[in-house]
């Protein structure tokens, strides 16, 4: 074994550490209220609650792995104490399981350095900087394991056998990232398109991925309504498009303006980082000579990456940036996606195949994401994770052209930079209970008890949780038909007691109106009877005049106020 590790660079082994730490820290600290949404609407699918009958989650469709580990978890406990932990540890597994399928896929066509710098950076990114399966890592997940099945599927044209199997696999791939986000469906013209492009028996391969597709969808549309009924399902359906104010395809329209805002402070990082680049080429030419284009792209990242440290480290103080420049450092997915496309001609058939299906994937799954999503643009950046991977091989080519008989530290440094700041920023940044991001140096507490036991936080995100499970245990009791309200709402609390959730949906950023009375209409059993109000030492976080509040005061006479809860019962 230190023979082994002796053989290995040093370069190579600190990135390995560095992968190592960011995931041990991903799996302990980073938890808030999105973790909390993808387990409570997985919960209440494994406790038998129907998806569109009595789920209106708008990513419910994605719910469906972590229900079948979290049944799993309470036919072996009996308790949800620790389910948070246990997750976290699934999707470990999980992403660990996805980057073996790739190394495997592309150990034959791709120079195992560059493969190694490539199953480095999808091992240390996440697209929401957490490691359960929600929706955001299943999206990515699934198009990564796409790519890879219909890549082997065209490589293997010529050959006998089941090669047939993994066009079968990447049409299943497919369906199961449109369960995971349902917009996704706009890939499949894309998937057409690439059998189209590069299949010898082209008509013959699209009948055989449409019909598995469209056999898949049948099935699944089958089975939901015929738990939910023809009626209810197309009036649920109704109200979970148009209920939810924060996740509509309308919403694209609104919030072009604000992407343009987005686009407009990258186009200026980008120009400030090429004029600096351009200066100190010039200062550097006229000492040393003439310098290629080249020189001066990695110049450009060099300032790029740079800046994206330092950034890091200014950016997360107790009150933060703006959420563009917090996720600037994002942007540099940008300018690596287009430099690689003006490389791809470095690089043989299967490399340029594997670049073209991995590329078109991610930035039509990366539009897919912008068609529903709340988020900003540079927060959607994040899921071209994939479009990133295959990058490296292009890049690598030309740099492996270019300085055939450089050291591999110095031909790589590039790869090497990038890595540095990509791992530095997952270790050093985190996502605590209460807040958008905060910083490794903020962790002073843990959840000592219920379903987060044993995830660390800053000290008011776990004080507030274990405060919090203590008063539900006091005030909420096994049985009862609860409701919890807040703004973003932690929907963890679900898991505090064996109780039913009575509500549309368990998202962080819910939309309280006369919808909630519908669902009450088609669902009568999940009337709440308690109201779990987030509060402020017995100040509630809503107006009196809101709706929520009217119909809260219109329907129960009295509560008991604990530290960060109030609690409503019908009868005491």
């Avoid at 990515?140 to 219909?150: D, E, H, K």
């Avoid at 000579?289 to 890091?312: A, E, M």
């Avoid at 479009?387 to 300085?403: A, D, E, N």
């Avoid at 005030?475 to 007691?497: A, C, M, N, Q, W």
């Amino acid at each position: 074994m230190r023979k082994v590790l002796c053989e290995i660079p040093k370069w190579m082994l600190a990135i390995l550490v560095g992968v190592i730490l960011a995931n041990i820290k991903r799996v302990f600290l980073d938890f808030d209220v999105d973790c909390e949404y993808a387990i409570a609407q997985s919960y209440r699918m494994a406790r038998g609650d129907h998806m569109i009958a009595q789920m209106w989650e708008p990513h419910q469709t994605s719910a469906f792995l972590n229900a079948v580990f979290i049944k799993i978890y309470l036919l072996l406990t009996g308790t949800t104490t620790g389910i948070a932990l246990y997750l976290n540890i699934v999707g470990l597994g999980a992403k660990l399981g996805v980057a073996y399928v790739f190394y495997r896929t592309f150990r034959k066509y791709c120079n195992h350095n560059i493969l190694f710098f490539m199953c480095a950076f999808f091992m240390t990114v996440n697209a929401k900087n957490f490691m359960i399966l929600d929706f955001s890592n299943m999206m990515v997940y699934f198009s990564v394991l796409l790519c890879c099945s219909l890549f082997t599927y065209l490589q293997r044209q010529g050959e006998t056998g089941r090669k047939n199997f993994f066009l079968v696999l990447a049409a299943v791939c497919f369906c199961l990232e449109v369960l995971s986000y349902p917009s996704a469906i706009i890939l499949f013209p894309l998937m057409l398109v690439l059998l189209c492009r590069y299949s010898v028996t082209k008509g013959k391969d699209m009948w055989v991925f449409s019909g598995v597709c469209f056999a898949f969808g049948c099935t699944y549309l089958g089975i939901l309504t015929a738990q939910a009924g023809w009626s209810q399902f197309w009036t649920s359906v109704n109200y979970i498009i148009t209920g939810d104010e924060t996740h509509q395809v309308g919403k694209f329209a609104v919030q072009l303006k604000t992407y343009a805002a987005e686009a407009g402070s990258v186009a200026v990082l980008f120009g400030g980082c090429a004029i600096l680049s351009f200066l100190s080429g010039k200062v550097s030419a006229g000492r040393s000579g003439i310098l290629t284009k080249f020189d001066y792209v990695k110049r450009f990242f060099i300032f790029l990456l740079s800046y994206n440290f330092i950034h890091i480290l200014i950016d997360l103080s107790e009150n933060g940036f703006h959420v563009i420049f917090r996720l600037l450092y994002v942007a540099v997915y940008i300018p690596i996606l287009f430099f690689a496309f003006i490389l791809r001609e470095n690089c043989d058939r299967e490399e340029r195949m594997a670049f073209d299906i991995g590329a078109e994937i991610s930035l039509w799954s990366c539009v897919a994401v912008l068609l529903l999503t709340n988020l900003t643009l540079l927060t959607t950046v994040a899921y071209l994770t994939l479009g990133i991977m295959v990058s490296m091989m292009p890049i690598g080519k030309y740099l492996q052209k270019t300085m055939p008989n450089e050291k591999r530290m110095k031909m790589y440094g590039m790869f090497i930079l990038f890595l540095a700041v990509v791992i530095f920023k997952n270790i050093y940044v985190f996502r605590p209970c209460n807040r958008l991001h905060a910083t490794i140096l903020s962790v002073r507490n843990v959840v000592r008890d219920g379903p987060m036991l044993g995830i660390f936080s800053d000290y008011m995100g776990a004080y507030i949780r274990n405060a919090n499970l203590i008063d539900w245990r006091q005030y909420v009791h096994e049985g009862d038909k609860v409701l919890i309200v807040g703004y973003p709402v932690s929907t963890i609390g679900y898991l505090y007691e064996d109780t039913e959730i009575c509500v549309d949906s368990t998202i962080s950023s819910p939309t309280y109106s006369e919808k909630l009375l519908s669902y009450w209409e088609l669902n009568p059993w999940k009337e709440p009877d308690v109201v779990v109000l987030d509060c402020w030492f017995g100040e509630p976080h809503f107006p009196e005049d809101e709706w929520i509040m009217e119909w809260i005061g219109e329907n129960f006479d009295s509560y008991v106020n604990g530290t960060y809860i109030r609690v409503y019962r019908k009868e005491w």
